[in-house]
């Protein structure tokens, strides 16, 4: 089997979170006055660091970015319960599971929500190690990925990061190991399409693709 191992990153990859996102972020354009967003606006323009979204939207010299990043998390929290996983998630972790790859999941969010989430889609035991972030002062996830490739065994060569924004393929590349993409989440397939990487629509896509190579 070519791959091992596998990287998932979080949010908008297996979690169906990007309405949400919008609908947060909305929000709060109504309450400081500017124009809200479509879904269609955010999926070509959000990027990372999140500030450069950030001052596309609002003026930041007169609202402060971590103001808006903590207002922006209330929000998330209150329309959580509109948060389901993307169609076909359960079905590829479960392939993966059979073929016995190794299953990691690397991210921004906080390792606390992430796994609070996979408890209540019952998905956490799919994953031998959750990688998201402990406190405000992180490190990138390409410095946390290279940390634990290297204590578990993680050969670059044998391994395969899946994602959904530009920002994921450039942390695949940051580790050394393949990447896919898919197409449904945060980031527009027009701006994926660029990272010159396969771009899935849906997961059985990826899953029929990935299990033949493997």
Same mark, same amino acid.
């Given at each position: ?13 297996? @979690?169906?979170?990007?309405? &949400?996102? &919008? ?15 479509? @879904?269609?606006y955010y999926r070509e323009n959000v990027e990372t660091p999140i500030v450069n979204f950030y001052s596309k939207i609002f003026d ?5 970015? *971590? ?7 209330? @929000? ?5 319960e509109k948060i389901n996983l993307h169609a076909g998630v359960k079905e590829i972790l479960r392939s993966f599971e059979n073929e ?15 796994? $609070? ?19 405000? &002062?992180?490190?990138? $996830?390409?410095?946390?990925? $290279?940390?634990?490739?290297? *204590?578990?065994?993680?050969?670059? $060569? ?7 924004? &530009?920002?994921?393929? *450039? ?13 449904g989440g945060q980031q527009s397939p027009k701006l994926l399409k660029q990272c010159g990487v396969p771009v899935y629509d849906t ?12």
């Amino acid at each position: 089997m070519k791959y091992k191992n596998i990287i998932w990153d979080w949010n908008g990859t297996i @979690l169906n979170d990007t309405p &949400v996102a &919008v609908e947060a972020t909305n929000i709060l354009l109504q309450r400081f006055g500017y124009p809200t967003i479509t @879904l269609e606006y955010y999926r070509e323009n959000v990027e990372t660091p999140i500030v450069n979204f950030y001052s596309k939207i609002f003026d930041l010299n007169k609202h402060n970015v *971590e103001m808006i990043d903590n207002e922006w998390g209330i @929000l998330y929290d209150q329309l959580s319960e509109k948060i389901n996983l993307h169609a076909g998630v359960k079905e590829i972790l479960r392939s993966f599971e059979n073929e016995n790859q190794n299953q990691i999941i690397l991210s921004a969010f906080k390792t606390i929500e992430i796994t $609070k989430y996979a408890r209540q889609f019952s998905i956490e035991h799919y994953f031998d190690d959750i990688l998201g972030t402990q406190n405000i &002062v992180m490190e990138s $996830k390409t410095v946390r990925g $290279k940390r634990y490739m290297q *204590e578990h065994g993680f050969a670059p $060569k044998q391994t395969l990061y899946i994602g959904d924004t &530009v920002h994921d393929y *450039e942390t695949a590349c940051g580790l050394g190991v393949d990447c896919v993409l898919f197409s449904g989440g945060q980031q527009s397939p027009k701006l994926l399409k660029q990272c010159g990487v396969p771009v899935y629509d849906t997961f059985a896509d990826i899953a029929n693709q990935l299990i033949v190579d493997m």
